[in-house]
């Protein structure tokens, strides 16, 4: 089955750490680039962070840079997001996203997972 799935969310006080995961199966595997995006309530998906399996690039929205760190396990074909320092406004859903080619751009993503729900309180 072609599909991305994620792990991790949940609730934390603000300035405490989460780490979500994305685990890749079927042809979602064959992906070179592996991204995160988030969503408000009422608002388009955003982009937060994306590795380039080939050569391990990463880049980050300016509004996580310095608290999420994105990295990849190849053997176990999962990516993990790192979140350290939250804050309220990292609350939103987030999902885990797969495109063929190196980008940052949501609509170049063809397979996406089910989203998990981060809450962060003040």
């Known amino acids: 089955q072609d599909q991305l799935e994620e792990f991790g969310g949940g609730q934390v006080q603000a300035g405490g750490s989460l780490r979500l995961s994305c685990a890749a199966a079927g042809r979602a595997l064959g992906r070179i680039n592996v991204g995160w995006f988030r969503q408000y309530l009422g608002k388009e998906r955003e982009f937060v962070a994306a590795?380039?399996?080939?050569?391990?690039?990463?880049q980050y929205a300016d509004s996580v840079k310095g608290r999420f760190t994105i990295s990849g396990d190849d053997a176990k074909r999962t990516v993990y997001l790192q979140m350290d320092d939250l804050k309220p406004e990292d609350t939103a859903v987030y999902y885990c996203a797969a495109a063929p080619i190196w980008t940052t751009q949501r609509v170049t993503y063809d397979y996406w997972g089910q989203g998990t729900r981060v809450t962060v309180s003040s």
């Open positions: 590795i380039n399996w080939l050569d391990d690039e990463t």
